[in-house]
């Protein structure tokens, strides 16, 4: 499996500049490292997956390094 580095990741410029994850599975991964307090949604302009911070999408981002 490969390790999937967030802060690394390509930007959407159709989502506000979210992080583009490739593939479900890292998707998954990062939700899971979050606890679940991540929401994970199919880009609607086709660039992969992204996540969402539904309880708090102005605070300040999880670490995920
Ligand atoms: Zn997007």
Known sequence: MTEFRYSAAERCTWCSM????PTEADADQ?????EQRLLKYRCPAG????VSYPAAEH???I???
């Open 63 to 65: 670490d995920m390094r």
């Open 59 to 61: 605070a300040m981002l």
């Open 18 to 21: 979210r992080a583009v994850i």
């Open 30 to 34: 990062i939700v899971a490292a979050a």
């Open 47 to 50: 660039d992969g997956w992204h």
